[in-house]
């Protein structure tokens, strides 16, 4: 049984942190890449960030470039997300997501597995 169990997420004050975690568990693939997504209410399926899993090689979304540092433990097969100078536009249900795909990585259509969401709240 795939599993990506995000875990986290919480209530700061802007200008606050907060570290996100994504176990996997099951996966029946040479996971390629893995990535954290962010949905807002009333909006789409924001890309936050995604890296390699076997090759260090990471990418950012615009709005959280020097903010956030996504980073991996491949012997936890653990995915992490450190996020610094949390303002309330960052507030959202953060995913993370697989794939063993190489495309596209920061369009969430091309992830085949997913977490179930861990809500992160930012207050000014």
């Known amino acids: 049984q795939v599993q990506l169990v995000e875990s986290g997420g919480g209530s700061v004050e802007a200008g606050g942190s907060l570290r996100l975690s994504c176990a996997a568990s099951?996966?029946?693939?040479?996971?390629?890449?893995m990535g954290w997504f962010r949905q807002a209410p009333g909006k789409e399926r924001e890309f936050v960030a995604a890296?390699?899993?076997?090759?260090?090689?990471?990418v950012y979304g615009d709005s959280v470039k020097g903010r956030f540092t996504i980073s991996r433990d491949n012997a936890k097969n653990t995915m992490y997300l450190q996020m610094n100078s949390l303002n309330p536009e960052d507030m959202a249900v953060y995913y993370c997501?697989?794939?063993?795909?190489?495309?596209?990585?920061?369009?969430?259509?091309?992830?085949?597995?997913w977490g179930q969401g861990t809500q992160v709240t930012v207050s000014s």
């Open positions: 997501a697989a794939d063993r795909g190489s495309l596209a990585w920061t369009n969430p259509k091309f992830y085949e597995y």
């Open positions: 099951g996966l029946p693939f040479r996971v390629y890449k």
């Open positions: 890296l390699t899993w076997s090759i260090d090689s990471t």
